[in-house]
């Protein structure tokens, strides 16, 4: 299994719709997950933090099931600047080298 | 935005020449990170730093060497490019360190790196 997979899409969806994406991990101790939103061609910017109980920011909702190592996003009303790459990005809790692994992400497009 | 700077943003070059990306940030944050990324994979760490002078290795960390003299300056040095090293390089930062779990990162915009 790898450590962080998620569908790559592309989902299409129409503006105002709502949309989810997984992410599954496979390292059980990881204590840290996050979503980065990448624009085309621009860097990866941090959309939200996932805590163990979900959390919400606007329109966007994140879920942390760790029974089944995934974590989930939640876009609701769908705009069409939501169109991006997002990535799911899960620490490895380990205590030697580094911490960070991030998924290759998934594809949203918002039409008209 | 956090002051990160990448230069040079675009580079083209041939194979077996040496090539140096530079990361300047005005954030003072510790931690710095070098990326690449790559079509079909996740974002991948080259090097980090803890600090100045102190960095170590990531899982991608062959044919790259880095230095940090200053807090905000990390250079990452590729000492005889080849072709497997064309990417698109991404510099970081962070205040916590990469096993803190409010370890959140910054990018910088991106260094595009051809290698002919």
């Known amino acids: 299994r790898k450590e962080v997979e998620q569908d790559p899409g592309p989902f299409n969806v129409p503006e105002g719709a709502t949309v989810a994406f997984n992410c599954t991990y496979s390292n059980s101790a990881s204590q840290s997950f996050f979503w980065y939103r990448q624009d085309c061609r621009k860097e990866p910017k941090l959309l939200m933090s996932v805590y163990s109980s979900g959390n919400e920011d606007g329109r966007f909702t994140a879920q942390l099931n760790r029974a089944s190592q995934y974590i989930s996003l939640l876009i609701r009303d769908s705009k069409l600047s939501d169109s991006a790459t997002y990535l799911c990005v899960v620490n490895k809790n380990s205590n030697s080298g580094y911490a960070l692994n991030f998924g290759k992400g998934t594809s949203l497009l918002v039409t008209p | 935005d956090a002051g990160i700077t990448q230069s040079p943003r675009h580079k083209v070059t041939e194979t077996g020449t040496p090539v140096t990306l530079r990361c300047h940030q005005t954030?003072?944050?510790?931690?710095m990170y070098w990326y690449r990324q790559d079509p079909g994979h996740g974002l991948r760490l080259i090097h980090y730093?803890?600090?100045?002078?102190?960095?170590d290795k990531g899982e991608v960390s062959d044919g790259y060497s880095v230095s940090r003299s200053k807090t905000e300056d990390f250079l990452l040095t590729l000492e005889s490019a080849t072709s497997s090293q064309t990417s698109v390089y991404f510099c970081a930062i962070s205040l916590e360190g990469p096993y803190s779990r409010a370890n959140v990162l910054t990018f910088g915009a991106g260094s595009r790196l051809t290698v002919l």
């Open positions: 730093s803890y600090g100045v002078k102190d960095t």
């Open positions: 954030e003072n944050h510790r931690y």
